[in-house]
């Protein structure tokens, strides 16, 4: 088979080491790729979000499978279009895809199927979330509706902070459009845990737990990104956990998703807190989270593939979904700076990967065969390991071999996990 994966960033580089696992996959495309993409597949360059582009592209070639990963391209309606010109696809329609696209949207479809999440209101008039932020709880979360790189969210202690994200959002547009309309909730407490799932959008099957760490600094500290690290499983979702939130909110979803008429096929991403009121869904994702993606996927002993095209048929019940009982843990090595200014065009030195360690490169292009950083965060160095506390240890190993000048990771990747398993004992 001859499989196109649009994106080209860490997540979109261990969905292709996985998918070349499986002896069907004889030519992988990226589109458009990166640097360190080139060693398992061919890069097309390119725009992910250029529908016709990328349309093009699976027809040069000959594409019988077309993943699409980034939130982006889903939200546009890349797979509606390539399914229209023929091509079989892994990931939610434009109709489905909205779930990330619009937090009014979700919070909307939560409210109507009981599904638990903070409590909100909605606002496309400045003045009334203006006067709304008055009176409300503090601290108040105001979320742009539309994507913003993950960034969209400012969580404010104080009215005059509430006041000024909702004057940004709204009049600044300091998500762009996406901050035409304005959701303030209500502030959560308890442990983040992200829940990837695999659905056709009648079965689910959620894939191993994880933990992102969200804030560039240690301590969670700093400015948010796109994810300084993650571990997997994550030792606060417990069997007990895992099966309410399966009962109270992964098939309620699924099922409010198809009863409005709009079925969830591919990955649907759960953000949760673990509240004391029980688990509550924080936001979903459209897709497979960045940097959650490189220690869920290692762990995976089925085959991808599979897993996707029975996905795309509508036959996920039927399909072996088995996870390795390890840990894995990714710490991503950024460039000094991000998510703010930072220098690039550095040239990368990688070890050779182990057999438990991989190496998944976001940020880097190549020139005259060398690897030199080009992004923010520029590669997650990921191990496998009998539990967690191997795997945060050989994780940071693997990250101290690799070199480039400026990089910069958080130390403390799987830490806040640690206290966590601590307790439990
Ligand atoms: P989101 O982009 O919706 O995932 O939000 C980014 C981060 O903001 C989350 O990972 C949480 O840490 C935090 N956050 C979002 N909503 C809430 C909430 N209602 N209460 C507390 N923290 C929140
Ligand atoms: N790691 C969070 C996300 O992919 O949105």
Not at 164 to 177: K, W
Not at 250 to 256: E, H, M, S, V, Y
Not at 259 to 265: C, H, M, Q, S, V
């Amino acid at each position: 088979m001859n499989i196109l994966v649009v994106g080209g960033g860490g997540r979109e580089h261990a969905i292709i080491q996985k998918l070349k696992e499986d002896k069907r996959a004889e030519k992988i495309f990226a589109l458009p790729g990166n640097g360190g993409i080139a060693a398992d597949a061919v890069c097309l360059g390119g725009s992910a979000t250029d529908i016709p582009g990328v349309i093009a592209a699976a027809k040069r070639c000959a594409a019988d499978f077309v993943v699409v990963a980034p939130d982006d391209p889903l939200v546009l309606g890349m797979v509606d279009a390539l399914e229209a010109e023929g091509f079989a696809c892994f990931g939610p329609r434009k109709n489905a895809a909205v779930i990330e696209g619009s937090k009014a949207f979700s919070k909307e479809l939560m409210k109507k199927y009981g599904i638990p999440t903070a409590a909100y209101e909605i606002f496309t008039d400045m003045d009334r979330a203006l006067t709304y932020v008055e009176t409300c709880p503090l601290p108040a979360v105001v979320k742009a509706d539309g994507l913003a790189l993950g960034k969209g969210v400012l969580i404010c202690e104080t009215r005059e902070a509430a006041r000024e994200a909702v004057r940004s959002m709204m009049e600044g547009r300091l998500f762009g459009d996406s901050g035409a309309t304005v959701v303030v909730e209500e502030f959560l407490t308890g442990p983040e845990v992200s829940v990837l799932s695999f659905t056709d959008g009648e079965t689910a099957v959620p894939m191993a737990s994880s933990m992102d760490h969200k804030r560039a600094l240690d301590g969670d500290q700093g400015l948010n990104t796109g994810g300084m690290g993650t571990i997997a499983p994550n030792p606060c979702y417990t069997p007990e956990i895992a099966a309410e939130c399966m009962e109270k909110i992964f098939l309620p979803t699924i099922r409010a998703m198809q009863a409005e008429g709009r079925p969830f096929k591919g990955c649907l991403y759960f953000g949760l807190m673990l509240t004391p009121d029980g688990p509550k869904v924080i936001e979903y994702n459209c897709r497979f989270g960045d940097p959650e993606t490189q220690v869920v996927l290692p762990l995976l002993e089925s085959s991808l593939l599979e897993i996707m095209l029975a996905i795309s048929e509508g036959r996920l019940a039927e399909t072996e979904v088995r996870f390795s009982e390890k840990s894995a843990c990714c710490v991503i090595l950024a460039s000094r700076g991000y998510p703010e200014k930072y220098e690039k065009g550095f040239p990368i030195t990688l070890p050779a990967a182990g057999r438990d360690e991989r190496i998944y490169i976001a940020g880097a292009v190549e020139r005259d065969e060398k690897l030199l950083t080009s992004g923010g965060r520029v590669l997650g160095a990921v191990s496998v390991a009998e539990d967690l506390p191997a795997a945060i240890e050989s994780a940071y190993a693997l990250a101290d071999r690799i070199h480039f000048d400026n990089a910069y990771c958080r130390r403390d990747i799987g830490r806040r996990a640690m206290k966590a398993l601590e307790e439990k004992k």
